[in-house]
């Protein structure tokens, strides 16, 4: 007898469809999988097999085949165990044929027939909603995940014999509790910052407009204390940011249940291998931070070859992936911030201290950042060095909260007028709400002849000058704003760093 049922398996961040076939028919008992399944999906004929018979369910003993369609599309993952099973129940005439006509499964089995929680089940529930299918049967650790799509019915069940009783009509789905409250994570406060004024100046404007930024600075100057504040005073995630983000952590086994409000925070460690950073089958750093930030401490210690990689990602807000077997873009909108020492042993230009770095070494530290990565970068500005018995008499810094409202105001303000942060601004939205006033035009034709500045360059400084004229309220773009956009340019128009 043939069964079909309608689930899916991932590709990238997205759910493809695959269409479970079953047929059994007389033969030598046995389960034959096709489909170009993975190692995790041909393991599904065992943990099928002990799952039916630990539920008291029947398993079919004559030949069977289950064909996973489309055959050239390769199957991933656990998430079919539970819909191989329905569809052997079905073949065996132990559930009624129709039963799951208009419905989308998936789920992994356990040994015993518990149904264990599955990545994705967000882009699986979009696929359903997508392809025209009234429901969604999933395990019940999944469901409020998956209730985000709106406009599908969402049915969970705890185990293979719950669904088999509900697919008869002798039991009721589970009955989820509505999550707790979304945890307000205790976020390191700007306040515990004594100092650095220029440096919370540009952690500020980073901030509200989404630029990225490159701190620089001797060791124990403050440069990843700052950076680990940033996500304190950055604005929510807009609703379509928010279902985006929790996708992509869905689909990479990262908070599986409730939406994602902040913008995510990544610091991966300099010994990252490409693939981790870029991505592959699963999403990488780069796409974990999507709508958020990606924080490379101690920058100059990742590999020049690494750090290129980020330039084409940091343009375009996308990732290619492409191997042999597969091809697929995965989205990659994040804020780069970067903080590194100023030579290898870390001290150069530092009052007391000895530099014992040759011009070699130096040369070839520098060049670990490239000319095309730094001019992808809108701030550049240097923490300043105290000594120990200056920070006491250093005042307080201005509490996260405080600089959040200020950063809050000034995002509305860009997005009420032009729908995306400054950062993103290019083309005819640029030249339309980027345009210096008189003074400043005056400003920039008596300074862009003495400095060396690309036209990506002017077109960021012209962007961060936006944020600044934001950040003060300002609707005109004018001389100061400008002016203090050009001092965060440093390396990438051959300037001093901002300090």
């Known amino acids: 007898m043939y069964a079909s049922i309608a689930s899916a398996t991932l590709t990238g961040i997205e759910a493809a469809a695959v269409q479970v076939e079953v047929d059994v028919a007389p033969g030598l008992p046995g389960i034959y999988l096709s489909g170009l399944p993975d190692t995790a999906v041909r393991e599904a004929r065992e943990r099928v097999k002990a799952a039916l018979r630990n539920s008291g369910l029947p398993y079919p003993q004559r030949r069977t085949v289950v064909n996973l369609a489309p055959a050239d599309l390769r199957k991933e993952g656990p998430a ?17 044929p129709a039963c799951l006509a208009d419905s989308l499964v998936i789920g992994e089995l356990g040994l015993n027939g518990e149904l264990r929680p599955v990545r994705g089940a967000l882009s699986c529930a979009l696929l359903a909603r997508a392809s025209g299918l009234r429901r969604l049967l999933l395990p019940a650790e999944n469901f409020h995940e998956a209730a985000l799509a709106d406009g599908l019915e969402v049915v969970a069940f705890h185990s293979l014999k719950h669904a088999t009783a509900w697919l008869q009509g002798r039991a009721d789905p589970a009955a989820v509790e509505q999550p707790p409250g979304a945890e307000v994570r205790s976020l390191p406060d700007l306040a515990d910052v004594r100092g650095q004024l220029p440096a919370r100046r540009a952690l500020e404007i980073a901030a509200a407009g989404g630029h990225n930024l490159l701190l620089s600075g001797a060791p124990g100057t403050g440069k990843s204390l700052l950076a680990a504040r940033l996500p304190g005073i950055l604005p929510p995630l807009t609703a379509a940011e928010a279902l985006s983000v929790t996708r992509i952590h869905s689909v990479a086994g990262l908070e599986p249940i409730g939406l994602l409000r902040q913008p995510p925070f990544r610091a991966p460690h300099h010994s990252i291998s490409p693939g981790a950073l870029l991505g592959g089958r699963q999403p990488g750093e780069i796409s974990l931070a999507h709508h958020g930030v990606l924080f490379l401490d101690e920058v100059s210690e990742f590999p020049q070859r690494v750090l290129d990689l980020l330039r084409q990602p940091l343009e375009s807000g996308t990732i290619s992936v492409q191997t042999q077997r597969f091809s697929q873009v995965l989205p990659a909108r994040f804020q780069l911030v970067a903080a590194r020492n100023l030579c290898p042993c870390g001290y150069s230009g530092v009052s007391g201290r000895e530099c014992r770095c040759s011009a070699g070494q130096l040369q070839a530290y520098l060049r670990r950042l490239s000319g095309p990565l730094l001019d992808r970068i809108d701030l550049h500005v240097s923490t300043k060095t105290f000594r120990a018995a200056e920070l006491p008499r250093l005042p307080a810094g201005e509490p996260s909260r405080s600089v959040r409202r200020r950063v809050v105001a000034a ?17 005819e939205l640029l030249r339309r709400h980027c345009r210096p006033d008189r003074a400043g035009t005056a400003f920039l034709d008596s300074m862009l002849p003495r400095i060396s500045l690309s036209a990506r360059g002017y077109d960021r400084m012209l962007r961060s000058a936006r944020t600044i004229a934001d950040l003060a309220g300002s609707t005109r773009l004018g001389r100061e704003h400008l002016s203090e956009a050009l001092g965060y340019l440093g390396q990438a128009a051959d300037l001093p760093l901002a300090s």
């Open 80 to 96: 079919l165990d539970l819909p191989i099973a329905l569809a052997l129940l079905q073949a065996q005439s132990v559930l009624p």
């Open 411 to 427: 995002r509305s303000l860009a997005l009420k007028r032009q729908g995306c942060p400054n950062a993103l601004l290019a083309g």
